[in-house]
């Protein structure tokens, strides 16, 4: 039994000198992680939404435009039928 117990001990004490190295090491790597993950932000931010709102406002608008042409068969037809 003692053997077990040894043997269990060894275990978890591997184990949890594994868990420590990878903490220690995460521990390194986050600050670089953090600005890495800043740097994706403020990309995001000051290159992808700018043109998302630009596509979008020209989708909009080109919606608007076919919107007012639909509007307008409609007047022509409603006008054509009144004749």
């Known amino acids: 039994m003692v053997d077990q117990t040894s043997k269990g001990n060894s275990?978890?004490?591997r184990?949890?000198?594994f868990?420590?190295?990878?903490d220690e090491r995460f521990n390194q790597?986050?600050?670089?992680v953090?600005?890495?993950l800043k740097k994706l932000i403020d990309y995001l931010?000051?290159?992808v939404v700018p043109q998302l709102r630009q596509g979008s406002s020209d989708g909009l608008r080109a919606a608007a435009e076919r919107l007012h042409k639909l509007?307008?068969?409609l007047d022509d037809r409603h006008?054509?039928?009144a004749s």
Not at 19 to 22: A, Q
Not at 29 to 32: I, T
């Open 11 to 13: 275990s978890r004490s």
């Open 15 to 17: 184990f949890e000198n």
């Open 19 to 22: 868990g420590k190295k990878v």
């Open 29 to 32: 790597v986050r600050p670089r």
């Open 34 to 36: 953090e600005e890495e």
């Open 45 to 47: 931010n000051d290159q």
């Open 71 to 73: 509007a307008e068969q």
């Open 79 to 81: 006008g054509s039928g």
